[in-house]
C-alpha cells in the first residue's frame, strides 16, 4: 500500500542482514507502540520510525495522495519530529490538560510481505478522555515494518479513520 | 424572541466594548439566523464544483440544507433540499452528477432547475393543489449571483447587489483569481471540517487577529525554530515550518509591516505593504520560477509583477467567509447552535500552474488549517475556551477595542488600523451586525469608535 508509487520518498530502503518480521513479532511491536502512545512517550514512538518516514492520516475514504488532497495529517520525518517536539511543550494549550488514551490494536494480519519488509494490517479503537469529554476513535492501520540494526522500524504508517470525512475538534494526540 | 427589541440589540454593543451576550445567548442566535444568514450575501460554492449540466453540490446557509445545481441550461441553481410534498430533504449525498432529483418518500422528482417533474398518485390530491403551482417544488433560494466563479446566494428577495455588497473585497477575490495563468481557479484537494464549541462569530474575529500568533502559537513555533533542516523531508514538512516559524514574528513585525483594512458591510483583510524582496527570494523555488513564466507568457511581465506584488493575508468577507489568496485557501464558517460551529476549509488549485505549486496549497493546507494540524489544533482550542469562559457572567463587557484611537480612513471608501494589531476588523463586524440585527438604527447612530473618522470618510465619499 503506498500513495503515489515511484516518489523517491515512498521507497523502502531494502535491509539486507534477515527476513521480514513474522505475524507473531509484528503483533508484539504494534502493541508495544500503542503503549508507549498511551503512556504519551512520544520520543520513543518517534524513535520507532525510519529516518525517512512518513506518517499519514488521510482525510478522505481510499484517498490515494497525501500530495494533491488534504490529510488530517501528513507528516513527513522533518515534521513527524516537530509534531512530537511540540507535544513535550508546556505552551501546548491544545494538551492542557492532556489527553489520557486507551488503544485497543486487533485483526492483524500481513500483507504484502517481500524479503526485506511487511505490510501489517490492522484494526484500532481509540478512547481518548480530555476535559469532562470522551472521544472515540476507530480504523484501519497500515504499517510498513523494515528490520533495522535496532529492531523493527516503521518505514511508513497509515490510518484511516472510519470517519474521517467528519467534522473533528483539534486533533492534537497521533493515533 | 420577538421580545428582542432593537433597543435591547443596541445596548449590546459600545464603543470599544461588546456584551458577553452576543456570544451566548440562544435567541440571539436565532436572531442572527433570521436576520443575518436570512438576508446578507452568503458563499454557497465554486463554479468548478457543478462545471457540467447535472453537477450538484450540497451546501447550506444558516441551518437550511441547499443544493448548488448546474442546470440542463448550464445555469447555476440555488435550490432548498427539500420535498414539496412532505418537507423530506430530497438529496442525501454531499454531491454528484444527475439528471433529476428524486424523493426517497412518495417518488416524487424534480427538474435540475427544482421543478417539479412527475409525481405519484397525483389524481388522488385535493383540487387547490396543482402540480404546475411553481411553489409545488424544490424552491429556489430569491438571489444567487457569482463573482469571478465565487457562488453567493441571498435569502432576502431585496437587497444589494452581490458586487454592492462585497464592495472593495471584490479585489481580494480578483487578487486570488489572478494568480491563476490561465485566469481561472479550480476547487480541488478535498473539504476539511473543523469543529468547537463556542460562538460562530469567534472564528472571523480569529483571523485578522495579529496579536495572537505570539502566545497562542508558541508551543509549535518553538518547536519549528528548533527543528533541524537536516532531518529528511519530501518538501511538504519545510513549507508547513516555514510558516510556523513565520507565526513568531515579534510585535514589531506586525506593527510595522503589516496592515488591516476594513471596508462596509463588515468585511476586513489583513495584508502587508508590497514587498518585492519576498517575491525575489520565492524565485529560488524552481516550481515558483515555472510559475512565473506561465503568468508572464499570459500576462506580460509588468501585469504579472503588478499581481504577485499584492500580499494580502486573510481576506473576511461578513458574515462568515475567509480567504487566502495567496494560498488559495477558502473557509466558510457554519453556525450550528450558539455554541457550536463547524468550519468547511477549501483548497483551490491555479490553472495553468505547475503541479508541484497545488501540493505546496495542500502542505499549506495541512499546517493552517488541518484538523490535525500542529497549529490550527490551539486555534480551536482557543476558541472553545472562549466558549467556556463566556459561561461566566464575570466579564460582562468584552474589549474590543485595542487600536482604537488610531483609525484611519481608506481611500476605497473604508477605514485601516494603524497597523495590523488594531482590533478595528472587529469593531467593523459589529457595526455590521448591528444594521442587520436592528435595522430601523440609521448608521449615524451605530455607536462606534470612529467617531469623527466617519464623518472624514463621508467628506471623502462627496
Redesign the interface.
Known amino acids: 500500500m503506498t500513495h503515489g508509487t515511484s516518489d523517491a520518498w515512498a521507497r523502502l530502503q531494502p535491509i539486507a542482514q534477515s527476513g521480514a518480521p513474522a505475524l507473531a513479532e509484528c503483533e508484539r511491536f504494534l502493541l508495544h507502540e500503542a503503549r508507549l502512545l498511551d503512556e504519551g512517550r512520544f520520543d520513543e514512538w518517534l524513535g520507532l520510525f525510519t529516518p525517512d518516514a512518513w506518517y499519514w492520516v488521510p482525510a478522505e475514504p481510499a484517498q490515494v495522495s497525501p500530495r494533491d488532497t488534504i490529510s488530517l495529517i501528513y507528516d513527513d520525518r522533518r515534521l513527524l519530529e516537530t509534531r512530537v517536539r511540540r507535544l513535550a511543550s508546556p505552551r501546548i494549550y491544545s494538551q492542557e490538560p492532556r489527553s489520557r488514551t486507551s488503544r485497543m490494536i486487533g485483526n492483524v494480519t500481513l500483507e504484502e510481505t517481500d524479503a526485506a519488509a511487511v505490510t501489517v494490517r490492522s484494526k484500532f479503537q481509540l478512547l481518548e478522555y480530555r476535559r469532562e469529554t470522551q472521544r472515540i476513535f476507530g480504523g484501519t492501520c497500515l504499517h510498513r515494518l523494515v528490520r533495522g540494526e535496532n529492531g523493527i522500524r516503521i518505514a511508513w504508517k497509515r490510518v484511516d479513520l472510519v470517519n474521517c470525512d467528519a467534522p473533528h475538534e483539534g486533533l492534537a494526540v497521533p493515533f | 424572541m420577538s421580545a428582542i427589541t432593537g433597543d435591547d440589540i443596541r445596548a449590546l454593543v459600545r464603543p470599544g466594548r461588546v456584551n458577553r451576550r452576543v456570544y451566548t445567548d440562544p435567541d440571539i442566535f436565532e436572531l442572527e439566523l433570521e436576520r443575518i444568514f436570512g438576508s446578507a450575501w452568503i458563499y454557497v460554492g465554486h463554479e468548478s464544483q457543478v462545471k457540467n449540466p447535472g453537477d450538484f453540490l450540497a451546501t447550506r446557509i444558516g441551518r437550511k440544507p441547499l443544493l448548488l445545481v448546474r442546470d440542463a441550461a448550464s445555469r447555476i441553481q440555488l435550490l432548498h433540499n427539500q420535498c414539496a410534498h412532505r418537507g423530506s430533504m430530497v438529496v442525501a449525498s454531499s454531491g454528484g452528477h444527475t439528471s433529476e432529483f428524486r424523493c426517497c418518500y412518495h417518488g416524487w422528482t424534480y427538474h435540475l432547475d427544482g421543478r417539479l417533474k412527475a409525481a405519484p398518485l397525483l389524481h388522488g390530491y385535493p383540487s387547490h393543489f396543482d402540480p404546475d403551482n411553481p411553489e409545488a417544488a424544490m424552491l429556489r433560494v430569491p438571489r444567487v449571483a457569482s463573482y469571478r466563479g465565487f457562488v453567493f446566494g441571498s435569502l432576502a428577495a431585496d437587497g444589494p447587489s452581490l458586487e454592492d455588497y462585497l464592495g472593495h473585497m471584490t479585489t481580494s477575490f480578483d487578487d486570488m483569481v489572478d494568480r491563476a495563468p490561465d485566469g481561472e481557479l479550480e476547487a480541488?484537494?478535498?473539504?476539511?471540517?473543523?469543529?468547537?464549541?463556542a460562538n460562530w462569530k469567534l472564528y472571523l474575529e480569529n483571523l485578522c487577529d495579529a496579536a495572537h500568533p505570539l502566545f497562542?502559537h508558541?508551543?509549535?513555533i518553538?518547536?519549528?525554530q528548533?527543528?533541524?533542516?537536516a532531518?529528511?523531508?519530501?518538501?511538504?514538512?519545510?513549507i508547513?515550518?516555514r510558516q510556523?516559524r513565520q507565526n513568531g514574528a515579534p510585535y514589531s513585525f506586525w506593527e510595522a509591516n503589516v496592515g488591516i483594512w476594513t471596508y462596509p458591510n463588515g468585511h476586513s483583510f489583513l495584508g502587508d505593504y508590497h514587498d518585492d524582496a519576498k517575491l525575489v527570494a520565492a524565485m529560488n523555488d524552481p516550481a515558483f520560477r515555472d510559475y512565473i513564466a506561465a503568468m508572464e507568457a499570459r500576462n506580460g511581465k509588468e501585469k504579472t509583477k503588478r499581481i504577485l506584488e499584492v500580499r494580502r493575508w486573510n481576506s473576511n468577507v461578513y458574515p462568515n467567509l475567509s480567504f487566502t489568496s495567496q494560498f488559495q485557501q477558502l473557509r466558510v464558517v457554519h453556525p450550528i447552535s450558539v455554541n457550536e460551529t463547524?468550519v468547511h476549509t477549501y483548497?483551490f488549485r491555479l490553472k495553468g500552474a505547475p503541479?508541484r505549486m497545488?501540493?505546496n496549497t495542500?502542505s499549506f493546507?495541512?499546517t493552517v488549517?488541518?484538523?490535525?494540524?500542529?497549529v490550527?489544533?490551539?486555534d480551536?482550542?482557543?476558541y472553545?475556551?472562549i466558549g467556556l469562559g463566556l459561561a461566566s457572567a464575570g466579564a460582562e463587557w468584552l474589549e474590543i477595542g485595542r487600536g482604537f484611537a488610531g483609525d484611519l480612513p481608506d481611500e476605497h471608501g473604508g477605514r485601516r488600523g494603524k497597523n495590523s494589531t488594531s482590533e478595528i476588523y472587529i469593531r467593523n463586524m459589529f457595526e455590521a451586525w448591528l444594521a442587520m440585527m436592528a435595522p430601523d438604527v440609521r448608521q449615524a447612530s451605530v455607536p462606534s469608535a470612529r467617531g469623527a473618522t466617519l464623518a472624514s470618510v463621508a467628506d471623502m465619499r462627496r
Open positions: 480541488a484537494g478535498g473539504v476539511f471540517k473543523h469543529s468547537y464549541k497562542t508558541q508551543s509549535s518553538d518547536a519549528a528548533q527543528q533541524s533542516d532531518v529528511h523531508s519530501d518538501g511538504s514538512g519545510e508547513a515550518l510556523m463547524v483548497s503541479a497545488f501540493e495542500i493546507a495541512n488549517n488541518g484538523t490535525g494540524s500542529l490550527l489544533t490551539d480551536l482550542e482557543i472553545t475556551r
